[in-house]
């Protein structure tokens, strides 16, 4: 009986059609041939990259240049020191470049003097005595001192100098009223205006028997004030005049006020005077 192997691959075989001799030797010589080609292209590769790494190797030896042999240089005994040139110095700038600067600040200010004498820079009710009222409108009347000086038989100076700006305020009372002028002027002007008060007192001639200007009292407050009494055309009359700063009042008072009671008005006046001027 036959091997049962044997049958099997009879019998699986046994319907094949076998290749010729010469397509089974072409197909082996391909066969060869192709494992020579791809066995050549690997020897190559691995040539090739032998040769890249000893290239390399070759580069990092050669990158270090080797150390010159050290030299000792004679030294002569009688040589002179070298002596290193100095530098030149820094040019300075010229006058005519720092004079070119603008200025720095931190000077005193130049602002141009206000234009306007604002309404709280006069008296206000809360400063006079019980009874008064604020009246609308100017007073009929020139109160001022200018007017009665216009009595006096010589020619005196314009009292106010350089008047910018300024601002009324009256009050009543039952028995009497109260006037105030406040006048803005430079400051220079200001002091002038003052000096001019006390030189038409000083210097009135006057134009009837009994007429008189004196002045009463000094330094009642702010930075200059003072209390101015007379009499024209038998009307008696007081004048008190405060300066701060660049703000000049005048201000018409009952006849009767003492020093003492001017000097009370006066430091009123010169507190609110501080509300339109920056001298305080």
Not at 22 to 47: C, S
Not at 56 to 61: H, K, P
Not at 165 to 186: I, Y
Not at 216 to 238: F, M, Q, S, T, Y
Request: net charge neutral.
């Amino acid at each position: 009986m036959p091997d049962q192997l044997f049958s099997d691959l009879y019998r699986d075989t046994d319907g094949l059609t076998w290749a010729p001799v010469e397509e089974v030797r072409r197909r082996g010589r391909q066969r060869t041939r192709r494992v020579r080609v791809t066995g050549a292209l690997a020897v190559a590769v691995a040539v090739g990259v032998l040769a890249s790494g000893a290239a390399v190797l070759a580069g990092q030896r050669d990158a270090t240049p080797p150390l010159p042999p050290a030299t000792v240089v004679p030294t002569t005994p009688d040589a002179d020191p070298t002596v290193s040139p100095t530098p030149p110095a820094e040019s300075s700038p010229s006058h005519s470049a720092q004079s070119s600067r603008p200025p720095t600040s931190g000077g005193p200010s130049s602002r141009p003097p206000s234009r306007t004498v604002p309404a709280g820079a006069t008296l206000q009710l809360a400063d006079l005595p019980p009874g008064f009222t604020m009246s609308q409108g100017r007073v009929k009347t020139d109160w001022t001192l200018e007017t009665a000086a216009v009595s006096c038989a010589n020619k005196l100076p314009a009292l106010s100098v350089g008047a910018l700006a300024d601002r009324f305020a009256v009050f009543d009372s039952p028995t009497d009223w109260l006037a105030e002028r406040v006048t803005r002027h430079s400051r220079a002007d200001a002091v002038t205006s003052m000096k001019r008060v006390r030189r038409i007192v000083a210097d009135c001639v006057p134009g009837r028997p009994g007429d008189s200007l004196s002045i009463l009292a000094e330094g009642l407050g702010g930075d200059d004030g003072l209390l101015v009494g007379g009499e024209i055309k038998g009307i008696p009359a007081r004048w008190l005049f405060v300066r701060q700063g660049d703000l000049v009042a005048q201000l018409r008072l009952d006849h009767q006020t003492t020093p003492d009671e001017a000097r009370r008005f006066a430091t009123s006046v010169a507190d609110r005077l501080c509300a339109g001027t920056d001298a305080c």
